[in-house]
């Protein structure tokens, strides 16, 4: 068996490592050796370990005060995830995003989790509501979630979905659009339709506000419009 310095298993070595990534994205800030040898449990000597590798290899920076936080590497690899989906979705979200004022969203689905893929704010909003890629929530919660089970068979919905979240899910495959409020961040409302390509796992597109002048179904209408161009442009 393949094994590290330490005398590791190779595979928990590489599971350590994209557990740092996992942790410095879930931080939103900076953060010391100390720390992530804490959160990884690991030993202070084996965290350094690994940051380093992970540091040669650009995904991860530290600043002048020995902080770390991700790289601009890991920007470029989470530009390579579903590239044309991306590109597609982005002029229909900046759309959206500005004509409803609203930060407007792509999620796909990353076995039981709804992943940020990428997130547009509006231009000339006061204030708006940020939504950093890479941000991860259970499918089980929030609208986009919700959007997503909609266009999953039950039989591959989470195990333990309640019956509370069934009904939710029904009631938005029937109307075509599904909403939350206070359920991933409190206080926020979000609407979300899913985005149905063939050949891929379905996605969604949601905005996610604290308040606004338009009614769910009215955002909806105007996220199912940008899903149909996002679908045709990818031939599904």
């Not at 590791?8 to 994209?18: C, D, E, M, V």
């Not at 009904?167 to 909403?179: K, L």
């Not at 002048?213 to 955002?219: C, K, N, R, V």
């Amino acid at each position: 068996m393949n094994t590290d310095a330490a005398g590791s298993p190779a595979s928990q070595t590489l599971s350590r490592g994209i557990r740092i990534l996992e942790i410095l994205a879930d931080a939103r800030e900076p953060l010391s050796i100390d720390d992530i040898a804490r959160r990884l449990a690991v030993h202070r000597s084996v965290a350094y370990r690994l940051l380093r590798t992970l540091e040669d290899h650009g995904l991860l920076t530290r600043d002048s005060l020995g902080r770390v936080q991700l790289g601009a590497r890991m920007a470029a690899l989470a530009a390579g995830v579903a590239h044309d989906l991306q590109a597609e979705a982005l002029p229909e979200l900046t759309n959206v995003a500005n004509e409803l004022g609203t930060t407007c969203f792509l999620v796909v689905l990353d076995h039981d989790e709804c992943v940020t893929l990428v997130s547009v704010e509006p231009r000339h909003a006061i204030a708006s509501v940020a939504q950093r890629p890479g941000t991860r929530h259970p499918v089980t919660v929030g609208a986009p979630g919700k959007a997503i089970l909609s266009a999953l068979p039950p039989g591959e919905w989470p195990p333990d979905a309640s019956a509370r979240l069934r009904d939710e899910v029904r009631d938005a495959a029937a109307r075509g659009f599904a909403t939350s409020h206070d359920e991933v961040i409190p206080s926020l409302r979000s609407v979300s339709v899913p985005l149905v390509v063939r050949g891929r796992r379905p996605a969604a597109i949601a905005v996610v506000y604290v308040a606004s002048a338009h009614e769910p179904a009215q955002i909806a209408e105007r996220l199912r419009r940008s899903a149909d161009v996002i679908r045709e442009a990818l031939g599904g």
